[in-house]
T-cell receptor, first 115, second 115 residues
Framework: GNSVTQMEGPVTLSEEAFLTINCTYTATGYPSLFWYVQYPGEGLQLLLKATKADDKGSNKGFEATYRKETTSFHLEKGSVQVSDSAVYFCALSDRLKAAGNKLTFGGGTRVLVKP | KAGVTQTPRYLIKTRGQQVTLSCSPISGHRSVSWYQQTPGQGLQFLFEYFSETQRNKGNFPGRFSGRQFSNSRSEMNVSTLELGDSALYLC??????????????FGPGTRLTVL
């Protein structure tokens, strides 16, 4: 079956520091990959996505590159802000029609950015 | 465009009771998926409905059920509640065409507490 593994948190950083959250996946097919962010008391928001190998997703200064050879989709941001404090989830969806829209999530990584 | 709405936002029930949660998708979206989020198990897929039919189902006992109406609104029901059912239940809507770029939009969730 499909699975997603991401680094455990919490990750504590100072403002303007570099952030990396590792994510690796196992999939039977050729998945699409996503990063979602969850702010306190809210649902999930799509941060970025990549649908094929070597695609780079980017949004709000965050980037992640779909690496098929290493089955990875690491999230990076060059200079974090206090407002980036949240829980980040790596996820995949199988492209098979039978799989529908099911998302398989990693365990989440809590990020705390201190001023 | 209004986002995904879930009602109620908070619920407190006792063991053995049953509960019904509601989700209204974004206008024009035909797919609704449900997820359970707990600190121990993370985000787990419950089921997906598309055009009033269950398209996919996760590994949850039969006490968890759902349905979708002709206007795409969805309900999920949990019968004979157990303490372990305490969780944040998230609903996600999408256009419904399974494929690499089909983005899912999440609601704020319903926080269920079972006493």
């Amino acid at each position: 079956g499909n699975s997603v593994t991401q680094m455990e948190g919490p990750v504590t950083l100072s403002e303007e520091a570099f952030l990396t959250i590792n994510c690796t996946y196992t999939a039977t097919g050729y998945p699409s990959l996503f990063w979602y962010v969850q702010y306190p008391g809210e649902g999930l928001q799509l941060l970025l996505k990549a649908t094929k190998a070597d695609d780079k997703g980017s949004n709000k200064g965050f980037e992640a590159t779909y690496r098929k050879e290493t089955t990875s989709f690491h999230l990076e941001k060059g200079s974090v802000q206090v407002s980036d404090s949240a829980v980040y989830f790596c996820a995949l969806s199988d492209r098979l029609k039978a799989a529908g829209n099911k998302l398989t999530f990693g365990g989440g990584t809590r990020v705390l950015v201190k001023p | 465009k209004a986002g995904v709405t879930q009602t109620p936002r908070y619920l407190i029930k006792t063991r053995g009771q049953q509960v019904t949660l509601s989700c209204s998708p974004i206008s024009g979206h035909r797919s609704v998926s449900w997820y359970q989020q707990t600190p121990g198990q993370g985000l787990q897929f419950l089921f997906e409905y598309f055009s009033e039919t269950q398209r996919n189902k996760g590994n949850f006992p039969g006490r968890f059920s759902g349905r979708q109406f002709s206007n795409s609104r969805s309900e999920m029901n949990v019968s004979t509640l157990e303490l372990g059912d305490s969780a944040l239940y998230l609903c996600a809507s999408s256009l419904g065409v399974a494929g690499p770029s089909n983005e899912q939009f999440f609601g704020p969730g319903t926080r269920l507490t079972v006493l």
